[in-house]
């Protein structure tokens, strides 16, 4: 059964992945200037895949806290 807090908290997560994929959409898009050194555009490519990994994160929690909530129904 769903608690209010969990429903919460499962919001605020979405919002927080959000927030992660937005922040690496920004970078994947500032890197396609052309201008951009080489070592710029590794470290801006290191940076989309950290907030990538941090999304993905975010979506397992998400999944395991579904997962756990369908558990208790039935």
Known sequence: METEDDSELVRRLFALMMMKLED?????????DAHRSPSSQIARAARVAALS???QAIAETIMVIGK??????G
């Open 24 to 32: 690496a959409a920004t970078e994947a898009s500032d890197g396609q």
């Open 53 to 55: 990994r941090e999304a």
């Open 68 to 73: 756990a909530e369908g558990a208790g129904q």
